[in-house]
Nanobody, 122 residues
């Protein structure tokens, strides 16, 4: 059973940056696509970014050019660099693991972390 633990959230002013980390344990991390999702208050959880086994990356349109996903297989960790943050980026950010080596869409993610809060003030 894979366990995912996020860290790095916090309160930041608009235009600022944060770096989220997700440490994985209990599985073969390097084989799978990893992703980040977010859920704002009163809204559904939505896809933010994904990185495949081969380090191909995918992003939702609203974060392209501002967020960067990366992975360090030696550390079993995936990162999400958040730059040029906007108040609308405020949400709980969740790390997720897909049981596939390639990106197969949001529905393929089946293991989740507990989330980390990101709050962007205007």
């Amino acid at each position: 059973q894979v366990q995912l633990v996020e860290s790095g959230g916090g309160l930041v002013q608009a235009g600022g940056s944060l770096r989220l980390s997700c440490a994985a344990s209990g599985g073969t991390f390097s084989r799978y696509t990893m992703g980040w999702f977010r859920q704002a208050p009163g809204e559904e959880r939505v896809f933010v970014a994904a990185i495949t086994r081969g380090s191909n990356t995918y992003y939702r349109d609203s974060v392209k050019g501002r967020f960067t996903i990366s992975r360090d297989n030696a550390k079993n960790t995936v990162y999400l660099q958040l730059n040029s943050l906007k108040p609308e980026d405020t949400a709980v950010y969740y790390c997720a693991l897909s049981g596939t080596s390639n990106y197969m869409g949001p529905a393929a993610f089946g293991s989740w972390g507990q989330g980390t809060q990101v709050t962007v003030s205007s």
